[in-house]
């Protein structure tokens, strides 16, 4: 089993260009979910998704979109990306609410 | 609103001492409480997870425990080894929400 795995590792990006970070997972996990992590910050929800086709925000949604239309995939969308969201992206998932989750090995992202 | 405290925020000690790392939280309306370790660069790790009608969970040579009524978690690591060296993550799942609540971090090195 990969586990948890995320695409791509590191990115660089400009003020207001796009870009759909990947996350896959096989173990068959109903719940995944989107944290970013910064210094002094902790780690923080943005999104998460309790099923195929469902989606809902955590506590730092705005800014960013996400998709589950399959089990295995939840995909993280910055439409506009600010230098505010120069973060390290971590993807998780959990069978249910109640188990522990699993991350991802995490994407390294800077906005210039 | 549930707060995650661990202090200290760094640790150095030499090979073989036994240590406790320590997490309070704010609310005690947690459903689970989760311990993670994170390497440099790298994604997180699962340690243990106590749900919250349990006092203490076991891996190897890492004991957890739980006091919901103090909000209180120790991580005890025993014998510890350079490989132990990370930072430390303690997480609580508060009851009805579905994102798990992050600490800072400890960050532990230990010394040949």
């Known amino acids: 089993n990969a586990g948890v795995t995320q695409t791509p590792k590191f990115r660089v990006l400009k003020t207001g260009q796009s870009m759909t970070l990947l996350c896959a997972q096989d173990?068959?996990?109903?719940?995944m979910y989107w944290y970013r992590q910064d210094p002094g910050m902790g780690l923080r929800l943005i999104h998460y998704s309790v099923g195929e086709g469902t989606t809902a925000k955590g506590e730092v949604p705005d800014g960013y979109n996400v998709s589950r239309l399959k089990k295995q995939n939840f995909l993280l969308g910055l439409e506009s990306a600010a230098p505010s969201q120069t973060s390290v992206y971590f993807c998780?998932?959990?069978?249910?609410?109640?188990?522990?989750?699993?991350f991802g090995p995490g994407t390294r992202l800077t906005v210039l | 609103k549930q707060e995650v405290t661990q202090i200290p925020a760094a640790l150095s000690v030499p090979e073989g001492e036994n240590l406790v790392l320590n997490c309070s939280f704010t609310d005690s309306a947690i459903y689970n409480l989760q311990w993670f370790r994170q390497d440099p660069g790298k994604g997180l790790t699962s340690l243990l997870l106590?749900?919250?009608?349990?006092r203490e969970q076991t891996s190897g040579r890492l004991n957890a425990s739980l006091d919901k009524s103090s909000g209180r978690s120790t991580l005890y690591i025993a014998a510890s080894q350079p490989g132990d060296s990370a930072t430390y993550l303690c997480?609580?799942?508060?009851?009805?929400?579905?994102?798990?609540?992050f600490g800072k971090g400890t960050k532990l090195t230990v010394n040949p």
């Open positions: 997480a609580v799942k508060p009851g009805g929400s579905e994102k798990l609540v």
């Open positions: 106590i749900q919250s009608s349990q």
């Open positions: 998780a998932s959990s069978y249910n609410p109640g188990v522990e989750q699993f």
């Open positions: 173990m068959n996990h109903e719940y």
